[in-house]
């Protein structure tokens, strides 16, 4: 029987990536989405992946959602923590409201996600925990304080639990993307998009499905000695 994973923020740009990649590897997927319904259609049409709309950054709604992707699909033994979303400003303008959106879907939910699921993977002795990060959370960014803070603590969120399921068959890495060629990069203008591609050494955006290859590799069984790792898939851009 085909493991189980969810993809958070799973219908559009990297989360469709890894959604379709998973499925590809023989995973049986279900990709959570927040609120275009419109878009999550499609993708469940074109994919053939199930669909389940609940708010990550609520942890009723990651509850209740949760409860359906199992008893639909079956016990959750992949959990790619994916969704995420960007207020940018400089601090000194910066509202509070900007900073707790992203703090709460970015961070918050990463939390609710991971609590809901890891009595079972324990239970079970298996979980493979991917946590989908940024450059940004590693170097930081002006103008994304609150993006790059969520970024940085999903990361030592990852080496926490890395250690706490060890023993149980749970691994818990992070794939921290670059800038990738999504739709939300193609609505930066096009000018500083040259800019940022200037500052990569392989002189390119990335692609979604690259990230992809990432997750399908870490959520493999075979990558169980794998645990506590940032693998950083950014062109060269940063280096650690």
């Keep these: 029987m085909a493991r189980v994973a969810l993809v958070t923020g799973g219908t559009r740009g990297i989360g469709h990536a890894i959604s379709v990649a998973l499925k590809d590897a023989g995973y049986t997927v279900g990709a959570n989405y927040g609120g275009n319904d419109e878009a999550a259609k499609k993708f469940e049409q074109e994919t053939g992946i199930k669909t389940f709309k609940f708010n990550v950054a ?6 209740a959602g949760i409860e359906q992707v199992e008893s639909t699909l079956g ?3 992949i959990l790619v923590n994916n969704a995420g979303i960007t207020r940018d400003s400089t601090l000194h303008k910066m509202k509070p409201e900007q900073w707790d959106e992203v703090i709460s879907t970015n961070l918050n939910s990463v939390f609710y996600c991971t609590s809901y699921l890891i009595n079972g993977m324990r239970e079970r002795g298996f979980g493979r925990i991917i946590n989908i990060a940024s450059v940004n959370g590693q170097k930081g960014q ?8 969520a970024k940085a603590g999903i990361i030592g969120f990852t080496k926490s639990l890395a250690q706490e399921g060890a023993r149980k068959g749970i691994t818990a890495n992070v794939v921290a993307p670059g800038y990738i ?3 939300m990069v193609q609505q930066v203008p096009e000018e500083v998009r040259e800019k940022i591609i200037a500052q990569i050494p392989i002189n390119r955006l990335g692609e979604p499905e690259e990230i992809a290859r990432c997750v399908t590799f870490l959520a493999d069984d075979k990558a169980g000695f794998i645990t506590g790792a940032t693998l950083s898939a950014n062109g060269g851009q940063y280096m650690i």
Excluded: L
């Design 58 to 63: 609520d942890a009723a709604s990651v509850k």
């Design 75 to 77: 016990p959750i033994d």
């Design 142 to 149: 002006m103008g994304q304080a609150n993006y790059a803070a």
């Design 181 to 183: 060629d999504t739709e």
